[in-house]
C-alpha cells in the first residue's frame, strides 16, 4: 500500500523559506511525484513536478525560479525547497503520487495516492 506523509510545514515571515519532504513508501513504479496546494476557497494547483525516468522537472509559473523539486532515491523522500515566501504561497500542501505508467501527471485528477498535507503559512 502506497504512504505519502509530508512534513516541514510551518509559519515563517515573506521572504523566509522552507523545506516540505515527503517520505513516501509501498509502491514499485512511479510515473511522476508532484507537490500540490490548496489555500482556502480556492482550487488545489501543481506547483512542482518530477518524472521519475529522467527527472526532468516542471513548476507553476507562481513558483518558478523560489521554489525546487527534488527527489532522494536512497531515503525514498520527495523534497520541496521553497525560498522567498509570499503570503500568497500560503496554503496546504500535499504530496501526490502516480504510480500507473504514462499519463499525465498535470492536475490532481491524474494522481493516484496523496499524503494529508502539511500547512504553510506566510505572514507579511
Known amino acids: 500500500q502506497v504512504q505519502l506523509v509530508e512534513s516541514g510545514g510551518g509559519s515563517v515571515q515573506a521572504g523566509g523559506s522552507l523545506r516540505l519532504s515527503c517520505a513516501a513508501s509501498?509502491?514499485?513504479?512511479?510515473?511522476?511525484m508532484a507537490w500540490f496546494r490548496q489555500a482556502p476557497g480556492k482550487e488545489r494547483e501543481r506547483v512542482a513536478v518530477?518524472?521519475?525516468?529522467?527527472?526532468?522537472?516542471a513548476y507553476s509559473d507562481s513558483v518558478k525560479g523560489r521554489f525546487t523539486i527534488s527527489q532522494d532515491n536512497a531515503q525514498n523522500t520527495l523534497n520541496l525547497e521553497m525560498n522567498s515566501l509570499k503570503p500568497e504561497d500560503s496554503a496546504m500542501y500535499y504530496c501526490?503520487?502516480?504510480?500507473?505508467?504514462?499519463?499525465?501527471?498535470?492536475?490532481?485528477?491524474?494522481?493516484?495516492?496523496w499524503g494529508k498535507g502539511t500547512l504553510v503559512n506566510i505572514s507579511s
Open positions: 509501498g509502491y514499485t513504479y512511479r510515473r511522476c
Open positions: 501526490a503520487a502516480r504510480i500507473r505508467s504514462g499519463g499525465s501527471c498535470r492536475t490532481s485528477q491524474y494522481m493516484d495516492y
Open positions: 518530477i518524472y521519475i525516468d529522467g527527472g526532468s522537472t
